[in-house]
């Protein structure tokens, strides 16, 4: 199996832009999870899906963060507009059923917002 | 505020000695403990788990040792090797309420010299 692939591995992008991070979950996994690794706060979980619907975003920062999971193979992380502040490594994760306290990670995405 | 507490950012040892990673947690309810390593540009990977019925576990050179009444556990490398220069992250989670979601701590930079 490929792995969790996300894409794209590093963005640039001008505050006030869009932004759209992309995950493929290993297949077969039911949870996918979407996280945010910075200096101060280490790993954060912004949202995570069960069999693409989500179930806990209290983490996603603002409205300006969305994230949807159109079927079990692909799923979306967008901020909109983006802001300095929104700089650091997005990372996505799934996990089968049962047993997903074992993540299984993607190389991540790092975020620069100039 | 952090549930879960790596205070050593980073850690430097001489290769064939011991490496010793803490990790405090604040949360009584967690029950589940795991740590992950990351290497630069990869996603973080799981090591090792131990769950609050016991209070160690050992898998090759790693073992993790668990003080419930203290809420502190550690991570024991030995002997280090400098392949095992990474980002170790400290996650706990909850089994007992159904959601296994770990929280992650910022993380300790383990460098071991040759």
């Known amino acids: 199996d490929a792995g969790v692939i996300q894409s794209p591995r590093h963005e640039v992008t001008e505050m006030g832009q869009e932004v759209t991070l992309r995950c493929k979950p290993i297949?077969?996994?039911?949870?996918l999870f979407w996280y945010r690794q910075t200096m101060m706060r280490g790993l954060e979980l912004l949202i995570y899906?069960?069999?693409?619907?989500?179930?806990?975003d209290s983490g996603m920062p603002e409205d300006r963060f969305s994230a949807k999971m159109p079927n079990a193979s692909f799923s979306t992380l967008k901020i909109q507009p983006s802001e300095p502040r929104d700089s650091a490594v997005y990372f996505c994760?799934?996990?089968?059923?049962?047993?997903?306290?074992?993540?299984?990670f993607g190389s991540g995405t790092q975020l620069s917002v100039l | 505020d952090q549930q879960v507490k790596q205070n050593s950012p980073s850690l430097s040892v001489q290769e064939g000695r011991i490496s010793i990673l803490n990790c405090d947690y604040t949360?009584?309810?967690?029950?589940?403990f795991l740590w992950y390593k990351k290497y630069p540009a990869e996603g973080p990977t799981f090591l090792i788990s131990i769950s609050s019925i016991k209070d160690k576990n050992e898998d090759g050179r790693f073992t993790v040792f668990l003080n419930k009444s203290a809420k502190h556990l550690s991570l024991h490398i030995v002997p280090s090797q400098p392949g095992d220069s990474a980002v170790y992250f400290c996650?706990?989670?909850?089994?007992?309420?159904?959601?296994?979601?770990?929280?992650f701590g910022r993380g300790t930079s383990l460098i071991v010299h040759p």
């Open positions: 297949s077969g996994h039911d949870y």
């Open positions: 949360n009584s309810m967690f029950d589940y």
């Open positions: 996650a706990a989670s909850t089994t007992s309420g159904g959601s296994y979601i770990p929280t």
């Open positions: 899906f069960n069999n693409n619907v989500p179930i806990d």
């Open positions: 994760a799934s996990s089968p059923d049962p047993g997903y306290e074992k993540l299984f």
